[in-house]
């Protein structure tokens, strides 16, 4: 019987990867649980303190208040922009030339880098020289982003709906894409309605990149920092001041390392078991269908 000869040196190849991930991720992280149990002074004064910092951060109010704008948020984004993107996605055409320019039309405003975004509301909402604000006041509405908590609210979910809900349409529409024609054509034999076969034949079969998109978006928005940063910098007060702008406003504007680096893994564990919730629920819903 011939014996498998192994050859290891294939791990020669994935090596670069290896030590990609080293220094990109697996090293700062490291960095940052050793600040984490440390209070330091200066480059050269630092004493071990164990969990003293995760015991201040836990009992935070700041991050309360932080974690929950931060989860009200990034459900309500989720409620809108998914139906909003499969919505956008059944409208889109399939064939021609309208196909390829509805393509490059969503496209446009996933191209937008953060920080230009968050500068194209600042200026769009405001009353005097922006379109949104000028027709808000035409409508009789006092609408103001910088003194208004609410209007700063819904104009960072404004931001965020225009900005991603084409990252979502988009996943919906390869989805559709994918769906053999002959669900169609025995769907027309039966004679089935608009919403039998957007029931029964689309949505399932859109389950799995509805999935993906999700999971996108919640850890995406449970991230989010550069758009209201320059919106709102972060107000009215701390009305749209979220977790990560509350974690920068810790290590650099206090230079609190000690806390922040805390702040920072109790963050990290909180998107991790988060999403693995998430995921895992739905995955069990569709196991159940």
Known sequence: MQTKVENNKAWFLVMPVFLIVAFSAIIPLMTVVNYSVQDIFDPYTRYFVGTE????????????????????????????????????????????????????????????????????????????????????????????YSSNPTDAWLTVVLMDVWHWTPLIALLCYSGLRAIPEVYYQAARIDQASRWAVFRY???????????????????????????????????????????????????IGQFDLGPAAAFSLVYFLIILLVCWVFYTTIMNMQKDK
């Open 53 to 144: 910092w995760f015991k201040q951060v836990m009992l935070d109010s700041r991050l309360h208040e932080a974690l929950l704008r931060q989860f009200v948020y990034s459900i309500t984004i989720l409620a809108i922009e998914v139906p909003l993107g499969i919505c956008v996605a059944l409208m889109m055409p399939t064939k021609g030339r309208g196909a390829s320019l509805a393509l490059i039309l969503v496209a446009i405003p996933l191209l937008i880098p953060w920080n230009v975004v968050g500068t194209i509301w600042q200026i769009f909402g405001r009353a005097d020289i922006g379109l949104f604000g000028a027709f808000m006041s035409s409508l009789g509405v006092d609408y103001n």
């Open 201 to 251: 034949i689309q949505l399932p079969k859109l389950a799995n990149v509805l999935v993906i998109g999700m999971l996108l978006r919640f850890m995406d928005s449970f991230m989010i920092y550069t758009e209201p940063f320059v919106l709102t910098g972060g107000g009215p007060g701390s009305s749209t001041t979220f977790l990560s702008q509350a974690l920068v406003q810790q290590a």
